[in-house]
């Protein structure tokens, strides 16, 4: 049987105007943001609250950056594709850091160093971060939002340490899974009970 060949219609959609300012429309946002600021009275602050988690260092690292936030960053040139950053401040937008959970980076080392797969590994980091975001959000009033900033750690033990070294002629078969499923745009966490990620349970 012949199948009719497939007609696609093709329909382009005009994107629509953005109001910033004082009900101001503009085609682009960040020129519009940039030069008229949010939406609604001038003299309006958005205060937005955050919780951080993260060891001392990714702690420190990521309140430096939410100050950096607060002031101009210049383009690399004055043209429309390098518009000038004005700052949250310049925005009417600003970050209160409210809670932070610090995360001890060496006794956490310690427990991951004591496990032998890497479905425990990450089930551990996710224990230790379960219990940092329940200490912050059981307190009032909560924040709007959570940062984790993981400590270095976990990032050599979970991730990289994962899926081997990439200089490797060869990928391992956990990185290629790892990599599969990335592909599909799916967390590993839900892969934590599939022997690929326990060799003391592989044969063969």
């Known amino acids: 049987m012949k199948l009719s060949r497939f007609q696609p219609t ?3 959609i005009e994107e629509p105007l953005i109001e910033v300012g004082k009900n101001v429309a503009v085609p682009e ?3 519009g943001l940039t030069l008229l600021g949010p939406l609604g009275d001038s003299s309006t602050v958005y205060e937005v609250n955050i919780g951080l988690i993260g060891d001392s260092e990714s702690l420190e690292k990521t309140k430096n950056m939410f100050e950096r936030l607060n002031v101009t960053t210049y383009g690399k040139d004055k043209s429309f594709l390098h518009v000038d950053f004005p700052g949250m401040s310049k925005l009417r937008i600003k970050f209160n850091i409210k809670r932070t959970a610090e995360i001890d980076s060496e006794s956490l080392k310690q427990k991951i160093e004591n496990t032998t797969t890497f479905s425990d590994r990450v089930q551990l980091v996710a224990n230790v971060v379960c219990e940092k975001v329940k200490a912050i959000m059981d307190i009032e009033p909560t924040p ?7 400590p270095e750690i976990v990032d050599e033990y979970c991730i990289r340490g994962a899926i081997g070294q ?3 002629p060869r990928k391992t078969s956990l990185e290629k899974l790892i ?4 592909a599909k745009n799916q967390t590993l966490d839900r892969y934590l009970g599939d022997t690929a990620f326990r060799p003391d349970l592989q044969t063969g």
């Open 10 to 12: 093709i329909k382009y």
């Open 29 to 31: 946002p960040k020129m």
């Open 144 to 150: 709007h939002f959570l940062v984790l900033a993981y």
């Open 166 to 168: 990439r200089t490797l």
């Open 179 to 182: 990599e599969k499923i990335r």
